[in-house]
């Protein structure tokens, strides 16, 4: 099994900054790709970033210049640096892997981390 345990959530005034780690363990032989996923009550889940191995990643318009991923090949670890935060951006956020167990497996699998909660408010 693969786990991904996630840091870094809490509360902060609209305009600062937060940064979310994910690590992922367990049985990897390698991650194609991670991303960072948020949702709100009432709400759908929404991707809010995306990075391949190889470091290509892909944004949501609505945080487009704000945030940045990034990702630590040998630490199977993702992460999310939110700058000039919004109100809009309170969600819980959750971190994906999307991830080959075995050299023999083609086949990936999702996982998700647990959540954090991130609370812009004044």
């Known amino acids: 099994q693969v786990q991904l345990v996630e840091s870094g959530g809490g509360l902060v005034q609209p305009g600062g900054s937060l940064t979310l780690s994910c690590a992922a363990s367990g049985s990897i032989f390698s991650i194609p790709a991670m991303g960072w996923y948020r949702q709100t009550p009432g709400k759908q889940r929404e991707l809010v970033a995306s990075?391949?191995?190889?470091?290509?990643?892909n944004y949501a318009d609505s945080v487009k210049g704000r945030f940045t991923i990034s990702r630590d090949n040998a630490k199977n670890t993702v992460y999310l640096q939110m700058n000039s935060l919004k109100p809009e951006d309170t969600a819980v956020y959750y971190c994906n892997a999307d991830v080959r167990p075995y050299a023999g497996r083609t086949a990936t699998f999702r996982y998700w981390g647990q959540g954090t909660q991130v609370t812009v408010s004044s």
């Open positions: 990075i391949i191995s190889g470091g290509t990643s």
